[in-house]
């Protein structure tokens, strides 16, 4: 029998709607959102997780190290060329032309990263196949470089070319969206090149140094012909001096690999680990806009050493800081101490910039154009070299268990070890010492 509560029931069954009152729509819609998000922050964490798995670090340390490698490769094939072409033709067309190659070697990664679905990642081992255009990266730095040596006396040097280096901002823009320093960097890649038709002719500065030194010549300035380059193997100090930019190029290499190390070992997530870069780049321009130029002024006032000798102390003492760096990395157990080591490491990049500088000074003016790009073919080289080198001593690390993560710094320290010696035992031409 049927009471009047179930059929009052029954009735407001007829006529509810049937999707529900507009509280319940209201109650559902929340309900899905909270769900959807629920989803989306789960779907994240185990995407970062992924990322940091040892297959995913392994061939993103694998692509990295190869990109360089085929990267640097025009370098060491061309910079020599090149910088003998900026000796007698002129500094600014070969510019322009090392501007092209990275014009269109960037693009082409660009592009590629773009349309991940169409074109393997791999793919972008070719960006070196655009850098024969001047001899990419390297020739065109070092052709830049050779004009602001054209420019400024020897003793400004140093400081000259610490003022063009700027801190990177793309770890910062890496923690909002990893597109924005990507594309952005770009940007500035293109600027940079039209700064670059608004720079003048240096070639006739340079000649016009040696009209004012003919009189002082030196071991490295015969005054009879010879083939260009010869000037390098005869120079026991030049020699020794691009061996150590040799050695340096592999500070590079082995930092690429400092945000997945920093992301594998300490847990962090990428973006946070990719600051370390900006850290390291502030207090690198700390260094070189107030550090250096205060130890200048100091050696020159109470240590009583001038001009390239100055230089030559400078790179010794950061070529040991950058040894001592690497390994403080590679052997930190806790965060504080990764700190430490990459201030130690940044408070040793004052190295190339020093022994640069010095070498510069044994060398004559026209021929500095070659001194720089063979500086920056042996820095191609040891890019080249030390690239896959790290990235498998990375991946071997990873095998071996957490406590050799660090073996790429490990190896770099060795290395910058050695390094450091040789410039320790490095003899001073007396034209140098007469400065």
């Not at 009052?8 to 209201?26: K, S």
């Not at 806790?334 to 190295?351: H, Y």
């Not at 070659?370 to 990375?394: D, E, H, R």
Request: glycine fraction near 8%; aromatic fraction near 8%.
């Amino acid at each position: 029998m049927t009471t009047t509560a179930d059929t009052i029931d029954d009735v407001h069954d007829e006529t509810a709607p049937l999707l529900g009152t507009g509280r319940d729509q209201v109650q559902t819609g929340s309900s899905r959102s909270r769900k959807l998000n629920v989803m989306l922050a789960a779907t994240t964490l185990i995407l970062a997780e992924i990322c940091k798995s040892e297959p995913v670090q392994s061939e993103l340390a694998l692509v990295n190290g190869w990109k360089e490698t085929a990267e640097v490769l025009p370098g060491i094939l061309l910079s020599v060329p090149f910088g003998v072409l900026a000796d007698h033709w002129g500094r600014k067309p070969v510019l322009l032309l090392g501007v092209l190659g990275v014009l269109l070697g960037e693009t082409w990664v660009r592009v590629l990263c773009l349309f991940p679905t169409v074109f393997p990642l791999r793919l972008v081992w070719l960006s070196g196949m655009w850098r024969l255009i001047g001899g990419g990266d390297i020739g065109l730095s070092s052709t830049a470089l050779v004009m602001v040596a054209d420019r400024f006396p020897e003793d400004e040097i140093a400081v000259v070319l610490s003022e063009v280096l700027a801190t990177p901002i793309s770890a910062y823009l890496m923690t909002r969206d990893a597109w924005r320093p990507f594309m952005r960097g770009f940007g500035i890649i293109l600027l940079g090149s039209l700064s670059a038709f608004l720079m003048p002719e240096t070639l006739a500065d340079a000649k016009s140094k040696i009209s004012s030194t003919a009189a002082a010549p030196s071991e490295e300035e015969e005054t009879q012909p010879h083939p260009a380059g010869k000037f390098i193997v005869s120079s026991p100090a030049v020699a020794v001096c691009l061996l150590g930019l040799f050695i340096s190029s592999i500070n590079r290499s082995s930092t690429s690999l400092l945000i997945q190390y920093t992301s594998k070992r300490f847990h962090w997530s990428i973006a946070n680990s990719s600051l370390l870069i900006s850290l390291r780049g502030t207090i690198t321009l700390a260094n070189f806009l107030l550090l250096m130029p205060a130890l200048s002024v100091l050696l020159t006032r109470y240590s009583h050493l001038h001009g390239k000798l100055k230089d030559l102390r400078v790179a010794q003492a950061s070529s040991v800081i950058s040894a001592l760096g690497l390994f403080v990395i590679a052997t930190a157990a806790s965060q504080a101490v990764l700190l430490l080591g990459i201030v130690l490491l940044s408070l040793g990049a004052a190295f190339n910039v020093s022994c640069r500088s010095f070498v510069t000074s044994l060398v004559r003016p026209d021929r500095v154009g070659t001194l720089y790009s063979s500086a920056a073919s042996i820095q191609a080289l040891g890019t080249m070299v030390s690239g896959p080198l790290f990235a498998y001593a990375f991946r071997w690390g990873l095998h071996l268990g957490p406590a050799w993560l660090g073996l790429p710094f490990l190896l770099a320290s060795a290395v910058y070890l050695l390094g450091s010696v040789l410039l320790m035992r490095l003899r001073v031409p007396d034209r140098v010492h007469g400065e």
